[in-house]
């Protein structure tokens, strides 16, 4: 282990490095922003990694989700993910689900998580996962991205509100279409979120807690927002 992981134990150190092995962190979406949340923690250590889609590889993925390839078209993304990654790592215990994000099987799994990672790309799913989180006392760390643009922050239960919440959407969002976007904007905002995981995990560094990061990749500006949310959570 101590080959595999040197450069990082020099800075996390061996309790920090332990810490990444007895987790169970749940990534919900595996498309360009999973793709690269799941390959930086696989490599990073974490000890049991599950992965949740319910989409299957189409061409147009391609562009930014960058844990497949052509041969992969038309299989299950959780599944194929999970395969994958444990060619990386074989000491990560990697697995996927085929399953819609309220489904009983994925409320199981961020039940016995320590983390969870929303790496979705629409607001509905997003409002059922934090529900989720949050009944099931979770932290959840939240990525969104479109075109150039992306966000990230983290939700604490008892120290943060719901994600709906912190951010004020509203309940009745409207189904849009999955967001355009250019495939390096999910690679800078995957890599943040997988930062911010490991952070949260070993204890060390500052988190992203009542505070969202914008990210402008047009004009390679981020911008870190205070925010606390509504008096009333309605979580």
Known sequence: ????????VEVLGFEGQ???????????????????????????????????????????????????????????????????????????RVRGIQADVGSEEVVDEVRSATLV???????????????IAWDSKKPLIHGGISEFYGQVTTIVPEVTTCLKCLLGIDEKVREEKPPQVLGPT??????????????YLTGRGELLINKLLVIDLKRMEFTTLKIFGRENCTC
Do not use: H
């Not at 990672?117 to 529900?131: G, H, V």
């Open 1 to 8: 282990m101590f080959e595999r992981y040197l450069r990082q």
């Open 18 to 92: 332990e810490k990444l092995r007895r987790a169970k962190v749940v990534v919900v979406g595996v498309g360009g922003l999973g793709s690269v949340v799941s390959l930086y923690l696989t490599a990073a250590g974490v000890g049991e990694l599950v992965l949740v889609d319910n989409g299957y590889l189409e061409l147009s993925n391609l562009n930014r989700q960058i844990l497949y390839n052509e041969e992969d078209l038309g299989k299950p993304k959780a599944l194929t993910a999970a395969e994958k990654l444990s060619k990386l790592n074989s000491e990560v």
């Open 117 to 131: 990672i929303d790496c979705l790309d629409n607001w509905r799913s997003r409002l059922i996962l934090d529900k």
């Open 186 to 199: 999910p690679g800078v905002v995957g890599a943040i979120e997988a930062m911010e995981a490991i952070k």
